[in-house]
């Protein structure tokens, strides 16, 4: 949930580069419409991740009911009504669940990986046609994957289960990746004034905050009218996102070369901002288009490498980093926890990712920033904020320790909303870390390295997604496997992957 970039005419072999921003903001610096601008993106963002919301939460009822139907066929057949449906509850069975988290470990590995593989060359995509045809082009796979949830759920007789782990492969044509290094880079050409950047990056962040609250609920409502309707609505928000696309400024241009510089109002400067929704993958995409460009990507490899050999707290923290990646891929796991262990169905345990979200916003938006200035401007902690970072990591991990140990062995559904209030009060954790590696404790003099850290943490956390989808889904299915508190096994070893964090960021040397 992060990372900005600012640019300056100054290049070297040995930067970091990032193609087409100088020209978008050329673009839009001279435009008239530059509210009108922010409006449409957000209205975008809206859309299209209101979209998603509705996708991911009954996704899991489709594909359970596919494979429910499949083992009542052989088993008990009268439990199977006329049109197919079967009650959610005779659903909740082992060998059921199981297949579901296979598939959906498949489907969600897929997806991050093929959005990885196109980050880059849509990066030069963007600086060639514009970053126009790309969002367009993000689209189709969205509305492809709705559509053939639609397909795959109503044809059982010609497509299989199976088939459902197809959709995610046409995020070769751009994922969430893709879309958030675009809108990112749009928000930040918008203005080169400080307070003003800094307030667009805020109404952005706000936005996901409030899709990730709403969405959750707005798919268990409407999930619960008819499995198929939140598939239409999030077809017709994505539909509606293709005109709305048009209305954003033409950026093409010719192929430039810009160095990756730290934009004092980007998020890293201001710890609140800095908690929007994670793109990782941000500053992969930094490479020059050109005909030397094989040579680019492995002179940029190893400027990253001389950059964390010798820097031993930087080490530190990207190991964290990397540690806290993994253990919140467990997030991913809830909505299928809990209908399997309290027997809910998946729309009411969509209320509850509402209510665990709105922890999340009441806290970054009200109590840290409080917390952060109080403490900054006590006696106690003045000209002291690299402890306040370090202990506000520390505090952060400690409280998602105890927060997923409760979710774990919550066996009533009111000791796991308590449970999950406490998990969602360690999600301050990135605005202390992402602090820590702008602080002289880790960041170097030049401006230049101190954006090109950020890349590596971006990379980092990337490589901690990647790993902890496959985890999860291995640990799930052996909790399963296991019943009654196993049930809580990846959510264990989440626990562990955050204490090993605690105990490396101990090891920062002040």
Known sequence: MDEHVHNTSATSEEDILIPAVEPI???????????????TLLLLLILTNMAMSLYNLPLNRVIELRLCREYYIQRDPSVIG??????????????????LAWLQGIMETTVIVCDFIVTIPFSFLAERFGVRLVLWLNMIPRIFMSFWVLIIGNFDMIFPTKAIVAGPFLAVLGGECVFSSTIFALTAALTREYLQRASHFSYISSVSYVVAFMGPSLASFTMSQSLWLPFWIGIALLLAAIPTI???????????????????????ADPLLGQRPSSPIRYSNAF????????????????LIRLIIGRRN???????FLLTALASSDTKLLVQYISKRYKWTFAQAGYLLSAKALVNIVLLTVFVPRIIRASIASKSVHGSEIRLNFIGTEISILISILGVLCVAMSFKIWMLLTAL??????????????????SPLIALQDAHTNTQDFSIVMLTKT??????????TVTWVQGIKSGGVGLGLPYFISASLYLVAAIVIAQLHF
């Open 25 to 39: 903001k050329d673009t839009l610096s001279k435009s008239k419409d530059g509210r009108s601008v922010l409006w």
């Open 246 to 268: 048009y209305f954003l400024p033409e950026t093409k241009s010719h192929p430039s070369k810009y160095s990756l510089q730290p934009d004092p109002a980007a998020p890293e």
């Open 82 to 99: 006329p049109d197919g449906s079967i009650p959610e509850e005779l659903c909740k069975l082992n060998q059921v669940q199981q297949q």
């Open 288 to 303: 020059e288009a050109d005909k030397r460009l094989p040579n680019r990507i492995i002179q940029t490899v190893m400027t």
């Open 463 to 472: 490589l901690g997604s990647l790993l902890g989808a496959p985890l999860m």
């Open 314 to 320: 930087f080490q530190l923290l990207l190991a964290s």
């Open 421 to 438: 209030i406490i998990y969602a009060l360690g999600s301050a954790l990135p605005v202390f870390t992402m602090s820590l590696v702008k």
